[in-house]
């Protein structure tokens, strides 16, 4: 079993719409969470961290974080083409030497 | 925010030689930076752990002498990929946190290194 997964899409939303991604987690010693966004070709660029359970709300991005189901979600309000991209889920574990463990990433296309 | 710097972009080198990336946090002190390479359509995948003043720390599979990472000062570390093969081909990318730091780590741009 991965450490973090996510299904690799790709998800496709019309242009205004939500998207959400999920991502699941096996070790319960990961408390921190984040998502990164990476256009093709590019390097990762963190969107949003979150650490405790709940939502976490960022312009139109919301992280929500369900220690107890092991999940960690991301949604994307008011979608737009330029939100088309791969997005990583990372874990850190507390005491894991300060490394991310990152999901295979799921496709986001967002459709005119 | 945190900024790292990557360079070069982009290098092209035969088989056989070496090719040196480097990586610079230009606005904060990382003690710890992070190397990982990532081919089409994967994600990314650690290779090391780069302590400053330390020696590297390889993730399994990862062959020391031929990815000599180097962290001589708190804002650069160097990857250097020795006698590469085309397999070697990939997109590498640094990242770097402070001491204790759980914020999100900073990628650095990313180096696309393609062996002929």
């Known amino acids: 079993q991965k450490e973090v997964e996510q299904n690799s899409g790709p998800l496709s939303v019309p242009e205004g719409a939500i998207a959400s991604l999920n991502c699941t987690y096996s070790d319960r010693g990961s408390q921190s969470f984040f998502w990164y966004r990476q256009y093709s070709g590019k390097s990762p660029e963190l969107i949003m961290s979150i650490y405790s359970n709940g939502d976490k709300e960022d312009g139109r991005f919301t992280a929500q974080l369900n220690k107890a189901s092991q999940y960690v979600s991301l949604l994307i309000r008011d979608s737009q083409p330029s939100d088309s991209a791969t997005y990583l889920c990372a874990g850190l574990k507390s005491g894991g030497g300060n490394k991310l463990t990152f999901g295979t990433g799921t496709q986001l296309k967002v459709e005119l | 925010g945190a900024v790292v710097s990557q360079h070069p972009s982009w290098v092209i080198c035969k088989s056989g030689t070496s090719v040196k990336i480097e990586c610079r946090s230009l606005?904060?002190?990382?003690?710890?930076m992070f190397w990982y390479r990532q081919f089409p359509k994967q994600s990314l995948m650690l290779m090391a752990t780069s302590n400053e003043g330390s020696k590297a720390t390889y993730e399994q599979g990862v062959e020391k002498d031929k990815f000599l990472i180097n962290h001589a000062s708190l804002t650069l570390s160097t990857l250097t990929v020795t006698s590469a093969h085309p397999e070697d081909s990939s997109f590498y990318i640094c990242?770097?946190?402070?001491?204790?730091?759980?914020?999100?780590?900073?990628f650095g741009s990313g180096t696309r290194l393609t062996v002929v």
């Open positions: 606005d904060f002190q990382a003690t710890t």
């Open positions: 990242s770097a946190a402070t001491s204790g730091s759980s914020y999100g780590y900073t």
